[in-house]
């Protein structure tokens, strides 16, 4: 009995260590996915991270504006940034992106409304994103989120008194039609594109467009209240909170590590080197803004070393892919240079800019595209040609320059179309009262702060105490 149950044990392992050494002879037997299939899902992954990095961007620029607003403004901010999130996605799947990348001409997309594509032609119809082989889906969630970031530029410099009902107008002719323009002449297989010009992720399709219109919309709504003297002297109105304000700055930063290295649409090595530019124009950013502070005020403004860092990274998003690391750093240090000069220029002749994103992503978005007509590289140049640094003439220096005007022209002239409408109709600018009590109570009913907000509307006098009344500037 003994002897038969240890025959039936050996035959037992015996099977076993058959089955087990068979396995792998098994799982080669079924068809796995070719070296073709995990590329292309490699590929798709990480430009849905690069997608994830740059909607992130939009909590960034939340962040942002609610440190540099009041406390009575911080609510609206919020507001904004959540409707205008949702217009652009809605208008960019419904028109925005086809005419930005759909098959058609040198000024517009004809093609691809809706993302209603024939099975198989995804290519033929958007020919402006034929060279990377990412789904579709893919390849549309990560233009949209460049238009939302494009979008929230534009208000960065109407804060604390621009109507709600403008933000939504605006948003829907911005992200439906301004943009998409833009981004069809440069990445679309327009007639930028057919030029050779460079802007690898956006400092004059994203960024540029964006402070242009903001600009048109600044200059008809006028400053704030309190923002000028009676001699016509800027006067300092402080944000709230400036940790909020440089976690803005931080989630930014991180984001572009999406914007940037995301751009390649692939997930080729050349992402290494782009996330290495961009890092290294940010810190050179920073520096180059603290240090014209310094020299200027003599003081360290930490507000300044943030938008320092913005308006680099705005200035390197065009060259990124294209110059080597020494010239990023010059090309950040100079961005962050320029963003201050501009930032004081501005607030003198009665621009009320409370981001400073005219400085930062107007004047960055237009250093960073002519840096590429200066720092480009023979080997690197995969658009256009070297730049003028290299042996490469004024030629390509030239298409980046004709670029510059071409976008910001038709961006601001559009968007001064726009604004006047609305301040002609509807209006733009909320009464002198709401602005004084704050958007939040006005526009949404509730305060952002309600346990800091002192309010006499409980005792029906309709008036709001300021909390930072009589605060010394820049205390805050």
């Known amino acids: 009995m003994r002897r038969k149950l240890l025959r039936r044990l050996a035959l037992l392992s015996t099977a076993v260590l058959l089955l087990v050494l068979a396995l792998p002879g098994l799982a080669l037997a079924q068809k796995g996915p070719s070296t073709a299939e995990l590329s292309l899902a490699m590929d798709t992954v990480w430009v849905i991270v690069a997608a994830v990095l740059v909607l992130f961007m939009q909590a960034g620029f939340a962040m942002l504006e609610v440190g540099f607003s009041r406390m009575k403004n911080v609510g609206s901010v919020v507001a904004k940034i959540l409707v205008n999130l949702a217009i652009a996605a809605l208008l960019f799947w419904a028109f925005g992106f086809a005419l930005a990348f759909g098959t058609g001409n040198a000024l517009v997309g004809t093609e691809g409304w809706f993302l209603a594509v024939p099975a198989g032609q995804v290519n033929d119809v958007y020919a402006g994103l034929s060279w990377t082989q990412v789904p579709l889906s893919a390849k549309f969630l990560f233009q949209v989120a460049f238009c939302a970031v494009s979008l929230a530029i534009v208000w960065g410099t109407m804060l604390e008194r621009t109507k709600f009902a403008v933000y939504v107008v605006f948003a829907v002719v911005f992200a439906g039609l301004i943009y998409p323009m833009v981004g069809h002449w440069i990445w679309g297989g327009g007639w930028l594109t057919e030029l050779g010009m460079q802007d690898f992720a956006g400092s004059t399709v994203v960024h540029l467009s964006g402070a242009m219109a903001a600009l048109a919309g600044t200059l008809l709504l006028g400053p704030r209240l309190g923002k000028y003297d009676d001699e016509g002297r800027p006067v300092t109105i402080p944000g709230h909170n400036m ?68 308006a680099a990274l705005v200035a390197i998003t065009a060259p990124c892919a294209f110059v080597a690391p020494w010239a990023s750093i010059v090309i950040g240090c100079v961005a962050g240079i320029i963003m201050y000069a501009t930032l004081v220029y501005v607030d003198r002749i009665g621009v009320d800019d409370p981001l400073g994103a005219i400085a930062a992503h107007g004047m960055g978005g237009i250093w960073g595209t002519l840096s590429c007509g200066l720092f480009t590289t023979p080997a690197l140049a995969a658009v256009g040609e070297p730049g003028l640094f290299y042996g490469g003439g004024l030629y390509q220096l030239g298409i980046q320059a004709l670029g510059i005007v071409a976008a910001g022209g038709f961006v601001f002239l559009a968007s001064l179309a726009v604004f006047a409408t609305l301040k002609a109709t509807i209006g733009i600018r909320v009464k002198p009262e709401q602005e004084l009590d704050g958007l939040d109570i006005h526009e949404h009913g509730v305060f952002g702060y309600p346990d800091l907000v002192a309010t006499d509307y409980q005792n029906g006098n309709g008036k709001i105490s300021d909390p930072l009344e009589g605060v010394p500037e820049g205390t805050a």
């Open 243 to 310: 940790p909020l304000a440089v976690l803005g700055v931080l989630i930014l930063w991180i984001g572009w590590w999406g914007f940037n290295p995301g751009s390649t649409m692939a997930a080729v090595p050349d992402i290494a080197d782009i996330a290495l530019t961009t890092n290294l124009a940010a810190a050179a950013g920073v520096l180059g803004a603290m240090g014209m502070s310094y020299l200027y005020r003599r003081n360290v403004d930490v507000g300044m070393g943030g938008n320092g860092a913005i």
